[in-house]
């Protein structure tokens, strides 16, 4: 028995040898490494017999009939895509609140970029109402005020002189020089000589002609064209010369003068755009369009020149009350900025500000949005602590730009 086992491990010994090696063959040589990397008792795989197929083609069949296969994406886009169903499903359940004065979110494109909150900032007619985004309202706000020619032409010409020229120094003097024409007309209605103008005088060159809209004032309050001879001079030359009809009437001129006087350039009121949500993965997000960000030609201009001022100021030594203002002045190179206000339910009020805009504008905008405006509350920041509770001071003083999220709790 004990030479059967001695057999048995010499034979095993032997196998687990590795391949045979002749007697002339030198002991340095190697084997190759594709033959070294394969076991010398490897076998070929066999491939599946047709049995085996047919009963795997069967199984496959029946689970596929009781459970269909679902296609999943086959791209990061297709990806993306079912991505955003699903929370536009999520959304769905949860809901978004549509209260009056606000907007619901549109569905996003599944073939377009991200969804963003906020598709711009826009701005709201005076005159005509609509909303506009900001590359519109300049173009719309001229050509509803030349629309307004056919119904008051004395008030469209007000509002063009005082829109359409951009120079309020300019205007301010041309505005004066029109009112002093009129109360000497007002003053001395017996006098010919104060109910003639003459187009050509340098006064009249200097500071009216080259605004826009002076002459519809003119022909409009009841001035007419005519071409009166000059004493000591060959040819007749042009005036305004007030009618007869308007002559008779000086209360008119003098309320005309009035509003002249104490008219603004009509500009578009920014749109709050106030949209409220429910907690959901949509109002999660927080992405701004670059209106929030980019700046005018204007404000370019403006920003370069601080940039050319701090480059002087760092060669000197500056007090606390300097290095203040400085801040100051970096904090208003933003000029939108976005709030949202959590309430105590988890809804979310959201709008578009201005970010110089005082803190009342914040505080009378939440008041619209509740059921009962005299209800007490507070503003909370996002760490817990209350904000200030100064309606004076400027978002930009507090930090509120170009974004920021808030909550509201009872006082």
């Not at 405006?373 to 004076?392: I, R, T, V, Y």
């Amino acid at each position: 028995m004990k030479k059967f086992f001695q057999e048995i491990k010499a034979d095993i010994k032997f196998k687990s040898a590795g391949p045979g090696q002749k007697l002339t063959e030198s002991v340095g040589e190697k084997i190759p490494k594709e033959k070294a990397r394969q076991p010398a008792h490897r076998q070929p795989r066999q491939g599946p017999t047709d049995e085996a197929q047919m009963a795997a083609a069967a199984a496959l069949a029946r689970l596929e009939h009781k459970q269909p296969r679902a296609r999943g994406p086959t791209s990061q886009d297709s990806i993306r895509n079912q991505v955003r169903k699903e929370l536009q499903a999520e959304a769905a359940v949860s809901g978004i609140l549509e209260a009056p004065g606000t907007s619901v979110v549109p569905e996003p494109n599944e073939e377009g970029p991200a969804h963003l909150e906020v598709p711009g900032v826009c701005f709201t007619c005076p005159l005509t109402g609509a909303t506009l985004r900001k590359d519109q309202r300049d173009a719309c706000i001229k050509e509803a005020i030349l629309s307004h020619f056919s119904t008051d032409p004395v008030a469209a010409s007000i509002m063009k002189i005082h829109t359409f020229n951009k120079d309020r120094d300019r205007v301010k003097l041309g505005v004066d020089t029109i009112a002093k024409y009129l109360d000497n007309i007002c003053l001395h209605p017996e006098e010919e000589k104060y109910r003639k103008i003459k187009l050509q005088n340098k006064v009249f060159q200097e500071r009216i002609n080259c605004l826009e809209g002076t002459h519809e004032f003119f022909e409009a309050i009841g001035f007419q064209k005519a071409l009166l001879p000059v004493p000591d001079q060959e040819g007749p030359e042009e005036f305004y010369v007030l009618s007869e009809a308007a002559l008779a009437q000086p209360q008119s001129l003098e309320k005309h003068k009035e509003q002249l006087q104490s008219a603004e350039p009509v500009r578009a009121s920014l749109a709050r755009q106030r949209r409220l949500f429910r907690p959901s993965p949509l109002a999660s997000q927080f992405d701004l369009p670059r209106d929030f960000f980019n700046l005018t030609a204007e404000e370019v201009k403006r920003e370069q020149r601080l940039r050319s001022e701090a480059v002087e100021r760092l060669s000197m030594l500056r007090t606390k009350a300097m290095r203040e203002r400085e801040e100051q002045r970096e904090m208003r190179k933003y000029t939108y900025t976005l709030l949202r206000v959590r309430f105590p339910d988890g809804c979310l009020l959201q709008g578009t500000f201005y970010a110089r805009e005082r803190m009342a504008a914040l505080y009378g905008f939440v008041r619209e949005a509740l059921q009962n405006d005299w209800l007490p509350f507070e503003l909370l920041a996002s760490g817990g602590q209350k904000l200030s509770e100064d309606e004076n001071l400027a978002f930009n003083e507090c930090g509120l730009f170009p974004s920021y999220k808030m909550g509201i709790g009872k006082c």
